[in-house]
């Protein structure tokens, strides 16, 4: 559809993961939005922050928010929930 519509090239922010790139026929740049939502973060949040990770695959873009906010002077600690899924 994009390629009927015109597109030669996709630009995304924050793709679940990185290989969704590979279903593009097409050129993907892929970029992310961390630094600009940890600076606005830093801005309006007063005091201590948990980063939380809703899962094991999510816990290396956790640690990334809060390496930036605690960059930034922010008291922040980092969680992880241990999420399971009934069969």
Known sequence: MLTA???NRVVTVDLHTGQIQGFFNMPV???TAVP???DYIAGVV???IVVVSPDAG???LARRYANM?????IDCDLAFIDK???K
Do not use: F, N, Q, S
Request: glycine share 26%.
């Open 5 to 7: 519509a015109g597109a």
């Open 29 to 31: 740049d892929h970029l």
């Open 36 to 38: 600009v939502l940890a």
């Open 46 to 48: 007063d005091g201590e």
């Open 58 to 60: 999510g816990g290396k």
């Open 69 to 73: 906010l605690t960059g930034k002077g």
């Open 84 to 86: 399971r899924r009934p």
